[in-house]
């Protein structure tokens, strides 16, 4: 407690006197641009990661990063979206995992979980359909590699469950909102952007003209490429990305953990990065 009464004083006297016109400002209302829907996991900092200042975004935390479906709980995330975009008019909305979660361990394993964390367990059903996904597409995974796609495959779900809220299927609808998936890795400070063009997950400077990119996901993509592909039905055919020429003699190195649900041409687009267009 006293480190952070210590933080505090710091604060006040010198991060707020410095920008003291800007809180002057925020006094008089809130004009937010982006809805950031993340986990509760005390190693995320959306401020941090996104460098955004006081004001710039409006964040739901909870655990595993959840968006209950319309209609299904009574919570404060269903007032928080509702408010974010209908009194606020925010018109982005960004769902953000991230490696190691505790959340989506947790899902795994979830009915052990019904004794000695009742309340959680009540909570990660809000994820059903990613564990149901999980055991039924990705049976041949395990470890580290299938809490990677279970991580990767939940914001999907939860995109979808957020897709169900009638304000956000109206600003949908009006092409007024935009839904972003990212999974962010902690000790890579990577973070990576669902392009539902490719079904894959990209560099998220790729995707900075979502008026371009179809509303829809794909679950049942992340796995390697090694292994055997996840056919699901009624999905569109996808044509592969091309594959850059890449001399033999360069090594890419794997994006660590992120490696599981990313093509060796994936990895090497990262490895070399792309312009961001603005």
């Known amino acids: 407690m006293r480190k952070l009464i210590r933080g505090l004083r710091d604060f006040q006297s010198h991060y ?3 920008h003291r016109d800007l809180f002057e400002q ?3 209302g809130q004009h937010p641009r982006v809805l950031f829907i993340t986990c509760s996991d005390s190693r995320i900092d959306p401020n941090l990661i996104l460098q955004a200042g006081p004001g710039e975004l409006f964040v739901i935390r909870n655990a595993g990063n959840l968006v209950p479906p319309y209609g299904a709980a009574n919570g404060g995330e269903g007032a928080s979206i509702e408010y974010a975009i209908s009194a606020l008019n925010i018109e982005q909305v960004i769902i953000c995992g991230h ?3 505790g959340a989506m361990k947790g899902l795994l394993k979830l009915h052990q979980l019904q004794e000695n964390m ?3 367990y009540d909570w990660l059903k ?3 359909a990613t564990r149901k996904l999980i055991q039924d597409a990705y049976s041949q995974y395990e470890g580290e590699e299938l809490l990677d796609i279970t991580i990767a495959e939940n914001v999907l779900t939860q995109i979808e469950n957020l897709k169900t809220y009638p304000i956000v299927r109206s600003r949908l609808h009006q092409g007024k909102l935009h839904i972003y998936g990212w999974v962010y890795e902690i000790e890579a400070g990577e973070v990576l ?3 539902p063009e490719t079904h894959s997950f990209d560099p998220p400077q790729s995707l900075l003209y979502p008026e371009d990119l179809p509303q829809h996901v794909v679950p049942g993509q992340f796995a390697k490429t090694s292994a055997p592909p996840v056919e699901l039905q009624n999905s569109p055919a996808v044509p592969a990305p091309p594959s850059p020429s890449t001399p033999a003699a360069e090594k890419v190195p794997a994006v660590h ?3 599981s649900w990313l093509s060796p041409e994936q990895m090497e687009r990262i490895y070399r990065g792309s312009g961001v267009r603005r």
Do not use: K, T
């Open 126 to 128: 809000h994820a059903e």
């Open 118 to 120: 009742p309340l959680v």
């Open 193 to 195: 952007a669902y392009n």
């Open 257 to 259: 953990g992120m490696s």
């Open 16 to 18: 707020f006197e410095d």
């Open 99 to 101: 490696n190691h979660c």
């Open 26 to 28: 925020l006094a008089h």
